[in-house]
C-alpha cells in the first residue's frame, strides 16, 4: 500500500531535549516536505526537499533542521524544542515536485513542548 | 508573501449543496487544490484544476475558478454527514511548495 508515515505520532517532551520525527515513504517519490499545523493558521511549510542531499527552507524554518540521505526517508529535526513549536506536524510527498501530482500526507506527529 | 484566505466555518442540512470559498492573491498560481481533513487524520486530496480551466467537476465535486478575481470555490452536492471535515483550499506557483489556506470547518447536520 502506498502510503507516507511518521513516527512517533503522539510526543510530549521538554524544552531544549532534542527530538526527530521520522518520515518515510514507499512510493520512490524524489519530493518530500514537513508542513506544521496550527489552529488558525493553516498549514504551514518548514522545509522540503527535490530530492537526496537536496533540502531548502519553506515559510517557517526557524527551529528545525532536516537531512535527506536516503529518497524514502526525511526526518525532521528540532535540537532544542521550545514550547511554541508545540504543533501537529504533518509529513508529505509526491513523485518529482511538480503542480499536477498529487501530494501524499502522512497521518501526523502531535507535539507537545513543556 | 503570497496569502489564500477561506471562510472558517460552513453549516448545512444533509442532503443541501455545500459551497466553500477561497481567495488567493499570487497572480502566478497555476494549480489551485482543495484537500480534506478528517479529525485525527492527515489531508487528502479531492481535486485540483489548473489555473487555464474554469471549471471542473468530479461526482459530486464541483469546482469554480475565476481567475480575475483570483476566487475559488467548492461545491459539493448532496452533502453527505460523512462530509463534515476541514476543507482546505491551497495553491502553488510551480513546484509542489504550497500556500493553504486556515481551513474551514463544514458541519453537516442530519
Known amino acids: 500500500e502506498a502510503q507516507v508515515t511518521q513516527n512517533p505520532r503522539y510526543l510530549i517532551t521538554v524544552t531544549g531535549k532534542k527530538l526527530t520525527v521520522t518520515c518515510s515513504q514507499n512510493m520512490n517519490h524524489e519530493y518530500m516536505s514537513w508542513y506544521r499545523q496550527d489552529p488558525g493558521l493553516g498549514l504551514r511549510q518548514i522545509y522540503y526537499s527535490m530530492n537526496v542531499e537536496v533540502t531548502d527552507k519553506g515559510d517557517v524554518p526557524e527551529g528545525y533542521k532536516v537531512s535527506r540521505k536516503e529518497k524514502r526517508n526525511f526526518p525532521l529535526i528540532l535540537e532544542s524544542p521550545s514550547p511554541n513549536q508545540t504543533s501537529l506536524y504533518f509529513c508529505?510527498?509526491?513523485?518529482?515536485?511538480?503542480?499536477?501530482?498529487?501530494?501524499?500526507f502522512g497521518p501526523g506527529t502531535r507535539l507537545l513542548v513543556l | 508573501g503570497e496569502d489564500v484566505e477561506q471562510s472558517l466555518f460552513l453549516s448545512v442540512r444533509e442532503g443541501d449543496s455545500s459551497v466553500i470559498n477561497c481567495t488567493y492573491t499570487d497572480s502566478s498560481s497555476t494549480y489551485l487544490y482543495w484537500y480534506k481533513q478528517e479529525p485525527g487524520a492527515g489531508l487528502q486530496l479531492l481535486t485540483y484544476?489548473?489555473?487555464?480551466?474554469d471549471m471542473k467537476q468530479d461526482q459530486r465535486l464541483t469546482v469554480l475558478l475565476n481567475k480575475k478575481d483570483k476566487h475559488l470555490s467548492l461545491r459539493i452536492a448532496d452533502t453527505q454527514t460523512g462530509d463534515s471535515a476541514i476543507y482546505f483550499c491551497?495553491?502553488?506557483?510551480?513546484?509542489?511548495?504550497?500556500?493553504f489556506g486556515k481551513g474551514t470547518m463544514l458541519l453537516v447536520s442530519p
Open positions: 491551497a495553491e502553488t506557483s510551480g513546484y509542489s511548495t504550497l500556500t
Open positions: 484544476i489548473f489555473s487555464n480551466m
Open positions: 508529505a510527498s509526491s513523485l518529482q515536485g511538480q503542480g499536477e501530482e498529487t501530494q501524499y
